[in-house]
């Protein structure tokens, strides 16, 4: 018996012409859909399609594995239906070297049938992951010890700020740290080479000992500080909110009613400290938080916490009173004490002039330790080429050098790129939520966007997303679920969010907790009927 679609999983399977992204949830039917969506495309229509002409990625091995049989067996049914169908027949010879692949094996695919292009010695092989982890660290030794030897004073310095005494553990760490996040980049050198810019607390200036005010003002400017002030603000809204709760507790009939009025003006006090960051009077964020930025004054911030004191509460007896009430408007009170003082100390106990003398100093030591992470990275890949071995960065970043050339400070198609592009009729990209930039990178230059041909199926569920410690970047699937709500014909989004595997017990059980803790703030998307 064939499965019965609903109209919106229909639609998903039919919609042709556009990039489209499909958020969905679980238990929603995702892979049955995008099954049926490659079997259509493949054996209906005036012109179906070669199935070698279409790019399925998925996660992992296991995923495109069960995609081929799946796929398989549909296509073995419309056989068993059609038998004389040469073309179907067609189909199931062509499936075994059909693109159902992950992003690693379709980048080693590339390596493997173009390494002249970039000079890449076709007898290399996959380093296990321990043999990685040891040449990392022997490599890292030696640069550090190239580095002591010179006695670069930018060098000893860096040693000095980021780990003082006689131990290197510290810097190293940092290195590795940088090191990893860069090759999460399409092109590493350049994004470790801008980070040497995000301690300068002007546009162009840098600061020092005699950094002026016009100069210190100009902090919250800086590309982080839209980040760092969102931050604050959404600690500042929770604070506002466990006050709120601790104010609805001593409303209650056996609740700790002498502690009300202390509780309400403390809550207006994080209600002015959140307005003071830019936010709005009911705990809420800005919705222009970049804009915000640029309007804030960082000196009148630091004087909001500086002004910001707690008060000793009532200790009055009542044997009316709940203990466990005043316990836990006690215990919600501590809590925001706890974060205020945090943020306080961490990020508002000074003034802009003294955050600019500072950034000065720290400047010159994350130059130095950027420079000493482009080092370790141009010896360890000499120490991978000599070995002739590839780990899963080299992997993804050498098929995007196949793809991608410098052209004048740009980076444009290859003619290997450009076949790509004219051989694959669509690219379906399975669990987009956990994609990071590179293989964006690599999977946007092989569409047809450039072209005029819209040819992207992206599906997935950022509430999903786990790899993010993998440096997955679900950003990028949350800003094509802004844009693709309000786009045209080019782009779609379609969200499937009836779970048809649990039963309704679970799911109002799930959904009366997450509709509560997750929001825009806290987990990126809105918790609401849709993406449930």
């Not at 509460?313 to 005043?326: I, M, N, Y």
């Not at 010896?379 to 993804?396: G, H, M, Q, T, V």
């Not at 950022?462 to 679900?474: D, E, N, T």
Request: glycine share 6%; proline share 3%.
């Amino acid at each position: 018996m064939g499965i019965t679609f609903t109209e919106t999983q229909r639609q998903v399977i039919e919609q042709r012409g556009c990039n489209l992204l499909v958020s969905a949830a679980a238990g929603s039917g995702k892979t049955a859909v995008l099954v049926e969506r490659i079997v259509k495309m493949v054996c209906e229509g005036e012109n179906p399609v070669d199935i070698d002409r279409l790019l399925v990625v998925t996660f992992t091995n296991a995923a495109a594995a069960q995609m081929r049989e799946k796929v398989g067996r549909a296509l073995s049914e419309r056989i068993s239906l059609d038998p004389a169908n040469e073309h179907l027949q067609r189909q199931m010879t062509l499936l075994y070297n059909a693109q159902i692949t992950t992003i690693d094996s379709f980048c080693l695919f590339i390596l493997r049938n173009q390494f002249h292009t970039i000079g890449l010695d076709p007898g290399f092989r996959i380093a296990e992951e321990g043999e990685v982890r040891l040449l990392r660290g022997d490599v890292l030794a030696g640069v550090m010890e190239e580095a002591y030897e010179k006695e670069d004073p930018a060098f000893l310095h860096c040693m000095e700020y980021f780990s003082p005494g006689s131990r290197d553990e510290a810097v190293e760490k940092e290195v590795m740290k940088l090191y990893d996040f860069a090759m999460s980049m399409p092109f590493p050198e350049r994004w470790l080479a801008r980070r040497k810019q995000d301690y300068l607390p002007g546009t162009e200036e840098k600061a020092g000992e005699d950094a002026s005010a016009e100069t210190a003002c100009e902090i919250l400017r800086l590309p982080w500080a839209a980040v760092f002030l969102e931050h604050v603000r959404l600690m500042l809204s929770g604070c506002v909110e466990k006050l709120s709760a601790a104010v609805k507790l001593c409303e209650e009939p056996d609740g700790p009613y002498f502690y009300a009025p202390l509780l309400e003006k403390e809550r207006e006090m994080a209600e002015e400290l959140l307005r003071a960051c830019g936010g709005a009077a009911d705990g809420g964020s800005c919705a222009d938080s970049g804009g915000a930025a640029y309007a804030l004054s960082y000196d009148a911030i630091c004087g909001a916490f500086g002004a910001a004191a707690f008060d000793r509460l009532p200790s009055k007896r009542d044997s009316a009173v709940s203990p466990a009430r005043r316990e836990a408007a006690k215990g919600l009170r501590d809590s925001v004490k706890e974060t205020l003082t945090k943020l306080r100390t961490l990020f508002f106990n000074g003034s802009s002039e003294q955050v600019c003398r500072q950034m000065g100093r720290c400047q010159a030591a994350v130059s130095a330790l950027v420079d000493l992470t482009l080092a370790f990275k141009e010896a360890f890949d000499a120490a991978k080429r000599e070995r002739n071995i590839l780990d899963f960065d080299d992997i993804e970043h050498f098929a995007l050098q196949v793809l991608l050339r410098e052209e004048e400070g740009n980076y444009v198609p290859t003619e290997t790129a450009l076949a790509y592009r004219s051989r694959f009729h669509e690219i379906l990209i399975d669990e987009y939520q956990d994609s990071n930039l590179v293989q964006e990178y690599l999977l946007s230059c092989i569409s047809g966007e450039a072209e005029g041909r819209f040819n992207r199926f992206m599906v997935g569920d950022v509430k999903q997303s786990i790899y993010k410690f993998r440096l997955a970047r679900p950003e990028l699937f949350l800003e094509k679920h802004e844009a693709y709500g309000q786009a045209g014909e080019n782009a779609m989004r379609i969200d499937l969010h009836q779970n048809f595997r649990s039963r309704v017990e679970v799911l109002n059980s799930v959904n009366a907790v997450f509709s509560r803790i997750m929001g825009k703030e806290a987990g990126g998307i809105v918790y609401d009927e849709r993406r449930k």
